[in-house]
């Protein structure tokens, strides 16, 4: 039985030159005698601060700010900063240029990555309602709907429900996949889906204009059997006609007009006269 020479146990001894019982021993030993000068060295380092054990430790950095041209000091790993502070910065030329002046482009294989990517996400999530175009949004009894043609869509096919002319209908999620003109697989998310009493249903979408791709959209839907049908803003008058709903001049410029842009949301009155056979329903303006 032996002795350690650094924690001064009995032990049989297994490691170094028959001295010590372990390695954690073996090493402590070699730097015994100056532990207290290697711990003020680490000590100082860590800090920062200058001392006679660390002469190589850097002093503050004087700096001069880019915006407001005062002069501040910061420690030597921060010696490249141009602003004095988060206000400097985002009031500087440098900041309004980062944000207006041109991006750089995406690459072929950057865009892909990102359509691949962004269709996946609504392939995985069927009740995401997507938005498009330049419409004004509204809110129709809980339901976002997007353009005043969409809006007053609604209106319709609920005189028609309270009459039972149709079962029920709905701001459908549903999706077509179709072929573009680029030759890529694109998405088409339909606007209306309505049930008819017998428990069929068929699709219908509101249009101002035809964009290019949209008869390939609707040839896509076509093609899966179920009914399918387009109003324009004529057809919407004949089907308004036909339940009695009448627009004063007033409505119509309300719905038509941008003077809610960006302001809060307002009540505004988008149903025909008392007459159409229902209360009047309140819509928000949500703008753009």
């Given at each position: 039985?032996?002795?350690c020479r650094?924690?001064?146990?009995?032990?049989?001894?297994?490691?170094?030159?028959?001295?010590?019982?372990?390695e954690?021993?073996?090493?402590?030993?070699?730097?015994?005698?100056?532990?207290?000068?290697?711990?003020?060295?680490?000590?100082?380092?860590?800090?920062?601060?200058?001392?006679?054990?660390?002469?190589?430790?850097?002093?503050?950095?004087?700096l001069?700010?880019?915006?407001?041209?005062?002069?501040?000091?910061?420690?030597?790993?921060?010696?490249?900063?141009?602003?004095c502070?988060?206000?400097?910065?985002?009031?500087?030329?440098?900041?309004?240029?980062?944000?207006?002046?041109?991006?750089?482009p995406?690459?072929?294989?950057?865009?892909?990555?990102?359509?691949?990517?962004?269709?996946?996400?609504?392939?995985?999530?069927p009740?995401?309602?997507?938005?498009?175009?330049?419409?004004?949004?509204?809110?129709?009894?809980?339901?976002?709907?997007?353009?005043?043609?969409?809006?007053?869509?609604?209106?319709?096919?609920?005189?028609?429900?309270?009459?039972?002319?149709?079962?029920?209908?709905?701001?459908?999620?549903?999706?077509?996949?179709?072929?573009?003109?680029?030759?890529?697989?694109?998405?088409?998310?339909?606007?209306?889906?309505?049930?008819?009493?017998?428990?069929?249903?068929?699709?219908?979408?509101?249009?101002?204009?035809?964009?290019?791709?949209?008869?390939?959209?609707?040839?896509?839907?076509?093609?899966?059997?179920?009914?399918?049908?387009?109003?324009?803003?004529?057809?919407?008058?004949?089907?308004?006609?036909?339940?009695?709903?009448?627009?004063?001049?007033?409505?119509?410029?309300?719905?038509?007009?941008?003077?809610?842009?960006?302001?809060?949301?307002?009540?505004?009155?988008?149903?025909?006269?008392?007459?159409?056979?229902?209360?009047?329903?309140?819509?928000?303006?949500?703008?753009?």
């Open positions: 039985m032996n002795t650094n924690c001064g146990n009995d032990c049989i001894i297994v490691y170094g030159s028959g001295t010590f019982c372990t954690k021993c073996a090493r402590s030993y070699a730097t015994k005698s100056k532990r207290s000068e290697i711990n003020e060295k680490v000590s100082a380092s860590l800090k920062g601060k200058d001392s006679k054990l660390n002469k190589l430790a850097h002093e503050n950095v004087s001069q700010c880019n915006h407001c041209n005062n002069f501040f000091s910061v420690i030597w790993r921060d010696r490249n900063k141009k602003y502070s988060k206000k400097c910065w985002t009031e500087s030329d440098k900041f309004k240029e980062y944000l207006t002046g041109p991006k750089k995406l690459t072929v294989e950057q865009r892909n990555k990102l359509s691949l990517a962004i269709k996946n996400y609504y392939k995985n999530n009740d995401v309602k997507r938005g498009g175009g330049k419409s004004k949004w509204f809110s129709y009894n809980g339901i976002k709907v997007q353009g005043t043609y969409e809006l007053r869509t609604c209106k319709i096919l609920d005189l028609w429900t309270s009459s039972k002319k149709i079962k029920n209908w709905e701001y459908t999620k549903d999706r077509i996949e179709y072929v573009g003109h680029d030759g890529k697989w694109h998405n088409y998310l339909l606007d209306f889906k309505i049930f008819e009493n017998d428990d069929t249903f068929w699709y219908l979408e509101t249009k101002g204009f035809i964009r290019p791709n949209d008869e390939l959209k609707w040839t896509a839907v076509k093609c899966t059997g179920v009914n399918f049908k387009v109003w324009f803003h004529k057809d919407i008058k004949e089907a308004e006609a036909s339940v009695g709903i009448k627009w004063t001049r007033k409505q119509t410029d309300i719905l038509n007009s941008h003077t809610y842009s960006g302001l809060p949301a307002k009540e505004v009155p988008v149903t025909g006269r008392e007459a159409a056979g229902s209360n009047p329903v309140v819509c928000t303006s949500r703008g753009k």
